[in-house]
Nanobody, 120 residues
Framework: QVQLVESGGGLVQAGGSLRLSCAAS????????MGWFRQAPGKEREHVAA????????YYVDSVKGRFTISRDNAKNTVYLQMNSLKPEDTAVYYC?????????????WGQGTQVTVSS
């Protein structure tokens, strides 16, 4: 089992920045791909960003490209999401998730989420 705990959410004005952290514990190893997801009220969950186990490959949804950066520190079992130039439409609960790096795997482990609110 892997436990994930997000932190770093909060209230920020449009144009501001936040850095989310996701600390992993339990059966941790570097062989998990990690992802950040978000869900706004009344909307479906959206896959925002992902990073492979080495940190060498990343994914971003088009709406955050150039503004968000995902990174990881395997020595600290922590994944980060640096969010710059925030917009009101980025307001959501942000979740991190872990996926084993085997073919056809899914995000099996999820954190409890952290609220990000961007005011206009």
């Amino acid at each position: 089992q892997v436990q994930l705990v997000e932190s770093g959410g909060g209230l920020v004005q449009a144009g501001g920045s936040l850095r989310l952290s996701c600390a992993a514990s339990g059966r941790t190893s570097s062989s998990y791909a990690m992802g950040w997801f978000r869900q706004a009220p009344g909307k479906e969950r959206e896959h925002v960003a992902a990073i492979d186990w080495s940190g060498g490959s990343t994914y971003y949804v088009d709406s955050v490209k150039g503004r968000f950066t995902i990174s990881r520190d395997n020595a600290k079992n922590t994944v980060y999401l640096q969010m710059n130039s925030l917009k009101p439409e980025d307001t959501a609960v942000y979740y991190c998730a872990a996926r084993p790096t085997v073919p056809n795997s899914r995000y099996d482990y999820w954190g409890q989420g952290t609220q990000v609110t961007v005011s206009s």
